[in-house]
């Protein structure tokens, strides 16, 4: 059974000047994407889709090169829209972070509000998936993967489901043809999947 692999762009370079969807991988980011393609189940991979943001693409085109596929992006598989607040410093982040995963229904401090933000990344995953085939690989961003992985699990909306550690570079898999979870998140470079 082929299997959809949803990965996090890892660590940024934050910049409080650039708006957040413009940010690049940081030197750690790109060096743990470079140490990603060591995995064996790496070369499985036929599609590649990514997220318009500036971190996902960074990311999707370092595994793209590595494997010599394009990378379809598609726009809703972006982070849910923080835009009302742009950069927040941590603690108010994640305070604001708990708030959005804790009530699903509204919008806090004018972000997207979670339940519209699952149901766009469940869309954007089935247009990713669309017309191919085999194992794909989906670059995108933490929050719409904890609400993907939610709604993949037939669990509520909660902030349990994020990602674990900081910096990103997280990922889990689910089956292509059945949509059921493979495994949960694993640190990417660290991640086995079936070996």
């Known amino acids: 059974m082929s299997r959809v692999v949803f990965i996090t762009h890892p660590e940024v370079a934050l910049d409080p000047a650039v708006p957040v969807p413009d940010w ?23 599609h590649i889709a990514s997220s318009a943001e500036r971190k996902a693409r960074d990311a999707a085109g370092i595994l793209a090169g590595h494997l010599g596929l394009p990378v379809r992006v598609i726009e809703d598989l972006g982070e849910n829209d923080r835009s009302a607040t742009g950069y927040l410093p941590k603690a108010e982040f994640e305070a ?46 933490g929050g719409v993967g904890a609400l993907l992985l939610c709604h993949l699990g037939g669990q509520p909306i909660s902030r349990a489901a994020d990602q674990p550690g900081e910096g990103g570079g997280n990922l889990f898999a ?22």
């Open 24 to 46: 690049t991988l940081s030197e750690k980011g790109f060096a743990r994407m470079r140490r990603l393609l060591e995995r064996p189940w790496i070369s499985g991979i036929r």
């Open 96 to 141: 604001t972070a708990d708030a959005f995963f804790a009530c699903p229904e509204r919008s806090i401090r004018g972000w997207e509000r979670a339940v519209d933000a699952q149901a766009r990344i469940v869309r954007a995953v089935e247009a990713a998936l669309a017309g191919t085939e085999g194992d794909t690989a989906i670059l995108a961003h």
């Open 174 to 195: 689910f089956g292509r043809e059945d949509r059921r979870l493979i495994s949960g998140w694993q640190r990417m470079e660290e991640a086995r999947l079936g070996e």
